[in-house]
């Protein structure tokens, strides 16, 4: 195909997408507002420009993970458009084949994969972890209560056995907000329970804030701040809590490496590792598929039928992605087989499809 015509294909579908990008950006940026104002405009911090802030630091997550469709429809979009203005049939008649004009889409697709694991995700990392920090400075004293699993530690020391448990986790683990400490027996009983405003590990203690100590049977007592003895190291803490979704790309590898040197479960991490390792590919199945339902000429408009298969055909491989890397955290499947299998499979039907259409 002549170099003219693959440039020019592959920068109206960039161009497309980068459209699809400022409008879903907007769209998220608003919502996500929506949503922080009626949350935390209770919190004794939070003020309207704080607002603003904490929705643009998470905009980079939120945005990562609608990329997939972004793709999706841009593709679709772009293909409709130059199928509208006859472009794709003259370039047909031209004797140029399917795979050839779908070269410079692919293209396309595979460097905005690169972009959103490269740039994007460590933007997103850093904005999540900047966030938890703001909004514990916004808790106060009044800590806001999350849907979301808190993340619990086990600890002994000496004669004591103790469940440390958190709602928000900060300078990967080393600092504790709405913090819940559960003391046992040797029985098993509990014999005490902390609950502290925040945590701070310290050599040797957690430095505990605005302590409620209740024991069974007394009276619940309150305390400025408790020094907990602790044999737990930092560096033990931090790949224990830190959560995926706050390492950049570019730190899963030594961020695995360390979990697995004290014993820590790496299920998670790889699991996020291979997903981004893999998302350029999901982003050239999702264009597959969106050619499968987009080159068939039409001289008014595409069937809505049509549109609507490739669409829910995206929705359907998203959803599939997303549920099989959760059990490739959980450990129920293999880390490598939950994120690239769905991605193969796809790239597979997508290009039997094409075959199919196309070659018969």
Known sequence: MPWTLSRYFFRRHVMTIVWFVLGVVSLIFLIDFNETSNQMSGLPGYTVSGGLL????????????????????????????????????????AGISVWQFMAPFVVASFLTGIVAVGVLNPLAAWGQRTALTVESKWQGKKPHAKNETPPWIRQIYEDDDAIIGAETVMDDGLQLSGVVVIHFSSDGRIILRQDAASAKLEDGYWLLKDVKESRPGEILVVKPEVKMPTNLKREFVRERLTSPETVAFYDLSNKIEAARSFGIST?????QFHSLL????????????????????????????????GIVSGFVLYVVTVLVKAFGSSGVVPPFIATWIPVFVALALGSTILLHQEDG
């Open 54 to 93: 904490m929705t643009a630091l998470r905009l980079p997550l939120i945005l990562q993970q609608t990329v997939p469709f972004i793709v999706l429809f841009a593709g679709m979009t772009t293909l409709i458009a130059l199928n509208r203005k006859y472009e794709l049939v003259v370039t047909r008649a």
């Open 267 to 271: 299920k998670a991490l790889e699991t």
């Open 278 to 309: 893999s998302l350029p590919l999901l982003l050239v199945a999702m264009t597959l598929i969106s050619a499968t339902v987009t080159l068939r000429f039409s001289r008014f408009a595409q069937p809505t039928a049509v549109i609507l298969g």
